[in-house]
């Protein structure tokens, strides 16, 4: 983009309350995110949007149909541009998606229990950078599951993608509400789960027989969200149902929280590390906030952000653009803006 042009802000009004959204990391994909509608009712939405570098416009470039609200949308963890254009969003399902210039289509559909006409609905997912033919999804059944990815033989043009359940676990005592791999011990093996027991817990897949507990909320509250530190795998963050702090964890040191961030006035909804710092995390609220924080000085006390943004709305996601470090985008109401940190 010709640095005359160059805008801070970029806003995209979507026909519909935005929740799930993330950044696409193909290189030749800068500026494209894919975001869901929250819809209560069983006819839902995604839609991938792009930044038009001459109009410095967001345009939709595709929507396509989803069944309930999607919990979660990722892109495939492929900075290269090797894999197959895929997307994949949770739900009912675990879907797989495949992008393609004008259409998306369903490539495969990840039904852990086929003997049962119930689905247990998934809160969330993860989908492995190290290993992108590693996906985990977590679910209100209490478990989570590790699903491995083929990319089939080329048929006609065609790579079909399938998948298959690596190993499914009783990952906590009720609902399951996020999962997370870890960059820690290669990348592969590593990941932590939280849910409405209030615990963090660790996981190995190569000793599957037990689990580390992280942290346990003092009060007991719902556990939300996980996010690793993208530098520094000894740190990740968390946040509790209707809370307005975000916790920081450090591995070594469970069940003690190395710093605590509330300054936020109205309850947290979004974390994101910064993709380049070790240090700088954004947090986003029901109080209009994103805001960036220094926590370098840890375990001192982090009493204040460096930077702060008031949205229009109650803020519902936030994501730190990985292969665009200088780029956050945020969603409230209908609306996704991009902004520039």
Not at 65 to 87: C, E, R
Request: hydrophobic letters at 35%; proline letters at 5%.
């Amino acid at each position: 983009m010709s640095h005359g042009k160059r805008k801070e802000i970029y806003k995209y009004e979507a026909p519909w309350t935005v929740y799930a959204m993330n950044w696409s990391v193909r290189p030749d994909k800068r500026f494209r995110l894919a975001l869901g509608s929250f819809v209560e009712e069983y006819n839902n939405k995604v839609q991938l949007v792009g930044l038009e570098e001459e109009s410095s416009e967001f345009v939709c470039r595709n929507t396509f149909d989803h069944p309930y609200p999607t919990t979660k949308i990722m892109w495939i963890p492929d900075t290269k541009g090797v894999y197959p254009d895929l997307l994949a969003t949770s739900g009912d399902y675990l879907r797989i998606w495949r992008v393609g210039e004008t259409d998306t289509r369903l490539e495969c559909l990840l039904n852990n229990n086929k003997n049962s006409d119930f689905c247990a609905p998934l809160t969330s997912f993860d989908w492995n950078e190290v290993d992108p033919n590693l996906l985990g999804t977590s679910s209100i059944d209490t478990t989570c599951t590790i699903w491995g990815l083929e990319t089939g033989q080329v048929l006609g043009r065609v790579n079909l993608v399938s998948g298959h359940v690596k190993t499914q676990l009783i990952a906590h005592d009720k609902e399951v509400y996020d999962i997370a791999f870890s960059r820690a011990g290669g990348g592969r093996d590593m990941f932590a789960s939280v849910g409405a027991d209030g615990s963090v817990r660790m996981f190995d897949l190569r000793h599957l027989e037990h689990s580390t507990i992280i942290y346990e909320d003092p009060q007991h509250h719902p556990l939300l969200r996980l996010c690793w530190n993208k530098q520094d795998p000894n740190y990740l963050a968390t946040m509790a149902m209707d809370g307005m702090e975000v916790v920081i964890l450090d591995v070594r040191v469970p069940c003690t929280p190395v710093a605590r961030l509330n300054n936020h006035r109205a309850c947290v909804n979004g974390i994101a590390w910064a993709p380049h710092s070790s240090c700088h995390i954004c947090t986003a609220a029901d109080d209009h906030q994103a805001l960036i924080w220094d926590i370098q000085q840890m375990p001192r006390a982090i009493e204040d952000p460096i930077l702060a943004y008031t949205a229009e709305g109650e803020i519902n996601n936030v994501q730190w653009a990985s292969t665009q470090p200088d780029w956050i985008s945020i969603c409230y109401n209908n609306c996704l803006e991009i902004l520039r940190v």
